[in-house]
């Protein structure tokens, strides 16, 4: 076996908020998406070449969701499952255990899948607390309505972080004008997620605010490490981190603005050397991809240095990334971009290893047919990048490639891929991994009016013997509106 195979088998209107909502978030937490479907082969792999396994459904048996969050005419006959924009992980500590996360039917709660075997088989529950219908805690009565937004995290003790928004209507932030719409980013941690911890404000005070596009990082060098950064939609326009040092017991009395107004978190990570790296995108028309470093030892108050921007999009299209570290400390950041007639759209990526100076983006897969949409206006989303033991990075997106004229207008056909690569992204091979779906039997949802999955799938991993995947699909491959599923992807020796 020479050494190349053996590093294959080891990779692993805001700002009057009414008096009664800041009291009633005071006392709930303490402060501190027609053709038949295609099968993948099967066959033996040669070398470098990845085989995705079958795809086993993860959202199975009826809505978890209690009959209290439904509304009265849906409860006699509650809607079917409809996962939207999912998240997912695996257990340092245990590689048998997966979770993945979503937000179901009608935005009400967040549902946590967990496998304890591999992904063989998967239990479905709703985190508990995180809104009016799913209280469970005497004393603790969430009075939000609505759960958006969630991602996970876990950190090398096991402790696995998953942050959510929570919202009293349903509609974007910065579209609520007139309402009275406070919204508060919370964590709630779990070991298996299977049970979770009553959640807490990452933020340090009660403040007129409205968090948005929150995101969560685990210090994988430090238990009970983690940060969270989130958007003020209202009242700043910045984005906030903050830090816990107690496995999310407690969060920064003070969290630390990053410099800039208009800037929204789409991903953090920890570097090797300790820096806190923040990817961001601009609100602005252009948007631009910019990255963010703190000082080795994050501490609440300390300067960032200076954005660097990664890339810039064209002006109808809002950028959104995905991005991972390897081990020798090279970042990936990698997203979507389409032609301005959207009829053409590829997948790119731009490398760094300080985060400063950062490779001409450089195409993942240039893919025919229109772009994958997110949620928000003139949004699509990105894919998602992440790097094994031995550098081999994976990116899965999807595309339409097999024919679509337009996302809402049906058939359109959409895949999902993986692609490989051994070299830095210089060369890539590629796998399909589940379809065709027709996209436009998705959700519309979001205020991008578009069937949609979801701004974003935090949906890959390394594992030991390649990567792991979980997505989400629509009809046909799906039953419901829309599915959640698990896939392992083999990597050849």
């Known amino acids: 076996m020479n050494a190349h195979t053996t590093a294959r088998r080891r990779r692993s209107g805001y700002a009057a908020i009414a008096t009664l909502a800041l009291a009633a978030v005071a006392s709930l937490f303490p402060v501190s998406a027609s053709a038949a479907p295609v099968v993948p082969h099967r066959a033996a792999a040669p070398a470098d070449v990845a085989v995705a396994g079958p795809p086993v459904l993860v959202s199975n048996g009826p809505d978890p969701l209690p009959i209290g969050c439904y509304s009265a005419a849906d409860q006699l006959n509650p809607p079917p499952e409809r996962p939207h924009e999912s998240s997912f992980v695996i257990n340092p500590t245990n590689p048998n255990n997966l979770v993945m996360a979503w937000i179901p039917t009608g935005a009400r709660a967040i549902v946590a899948a967990s496998s304890l075997d591999g992904g063989q088989t998967w239990t479905n529950k709703v985190v508990p607390n995180l809104t009016d219908c799913t209280n469970s805690l005497p004393g603790l009565q969430s009075p939000f309505p609505f759960a958006n937004d969630e991602w996970l995290s876990f950190g090398p ?16 932030p910065m579209q609520c004008l007139g309402d ?22 990452v933020d340090g005070q009660i ?22 950064a989130w958007f003020d939609a ?5 984005t906030f981190v903050s830090v816990t040092t107690d496995g999310g017991r407690t969060w920064s009395a003070q ?37 963010t470093t703190s000082p080795t030892a994050f501490l609440n108050g300390v300067a960032w240095t200076p954005p660097a921007t990664i890339a810039l999009a064209d002006p109808n299209h809002r950028l959104l990334a995905s991005a991972d570290v390897s081990k020798d400390g090279t970042i990936y950041v990698a997203w979507q971009t389409a032609d301005q007639q959207n009829s053409t759209s590829s997948y790119v990526f731009s490398k760094s290893r300080d985060a400063v100076i950062w490779s001409q983006p450089a195409p993942v897969a240039t893919t025919g047919g229109p772009p994958i949409p997110g949620g928000g206006p003139n949004s699509i989303m990105p894919p998602s990048v992440s790097v094994g033991e031995d550098g081999t990075v994976g990116v899965m997106f999807y595309d339409t490639r097999r024919g679509c004229s ?19 992204g210089r060369t890539w091979s590629e796998t399909h991994v589940a379809g065709p779906f027709d996209l436009s039997t998705a959700l519309v949802q979001g ?21 792991a995947d979980a997505f989400l699909v629509a009809k046909p491959l799906a039953t ?11 990597v050849g020796d």
Request: net charge negative.
């Open 234 to 238: 209202v009242t700043t326009f910045n």
């Open 480 to 490: 419901n509106t829309t599915d959640a599923f698990f896939s392992k992807i083999t």
């Open 255 to 291: 969290p630390t603005p990053i410099p800039g107004a208009g800037v929204v978190p789409n991903q953090l990570l920890v570097l090797p050397d300790g820096r806190l790296l923040a990817v961001l995108s601009t609100i602005e028309n252009p948007t631009a991809l910019l990255a």
């Open 180 to 201: 009275i719409s406070p919204g508060w980013a919370v964590v709630s941690t779990s070991t298996d997620g299977r049970t979770w911890s009553a959640p807490t404000l």
């Open 207 to 228: 403040r007129p605010a409205v968090h948005n596009k929150s995101t969560v990082v685990a210090d994988p060098n430090k238990p009970g490490k983690a940060y969270v």
């Open 157 to 172: 003790d096991g402790t696995l972080y998953l942050v959510a928004e929570l919202f009293p209507n349903i509609c974007l």
């Open 406 to 424: 337009s996302v809402d207008v049906s058939p359109c056909n959409t895949d999902l891929w993986f692609r490989q690569s051994d070299d830095g």
């Open 447 to 467: 205020p991008g009016n578009k069937p949609n999955l979801g701004d974003y799938v935090q949906g890959l991993a390394p594992t030991s013997e390649g990567f």
